[in-house]
């Protein structure tokens, strides 16, 4: 997944840094938010289990988009999901998924990712000045 970003308008919302429509946002948001509210980890089952529910348009966000919606429905197609939310997600190293345990984790590899990306930056700076 590529990310693009202004360093002059970097929003505040790592949401909105990675995903590219609002909807994204929200979904990713949720997921989680499902997963802090399970410990941090879910199984196969549990994400498909959300993922049908998302589908089904029977998972409700808390906020809607004005001050007078308190519950919203919303409803995201399944294998979008997966294609836009949760592979994006896994490849940059915001979830982990454990092959042996077959359960799905939150990970702060993104950060590792980062940083290392930095240092990449910074070898090449080096390697120039010379």
Known sequence: MVILFDQFNLPEDIYK???????????????????????????????????????????????????LDKETMISYNKRQFYDRILTPMRG?????????????KVSDKFNKLMIKIGLTWLRELEKNKK
Do not use: C
């Not at 940059?92 to 799905?104: N, V």
């Open 17 to 67: 840094i990675v995903f590219a429509t609002e909807q994204q946002e929200v979904v990713a948001k949720m997921l989680i938010k499902y997963m802090w509210d399970n410990g941090g980890e879910i199984g196969k089952t549990e994400m498909s289990l959300f993922a049908n529910k998302l589908h089904d348009g029977e998972t409700i966000k808390d906020k809607g988009r004005s001050p």
């Open 92 to 104: 940059m190293g915001l979830i982990d998924y454990d092959l042996y345990k077959k359960t799905y």
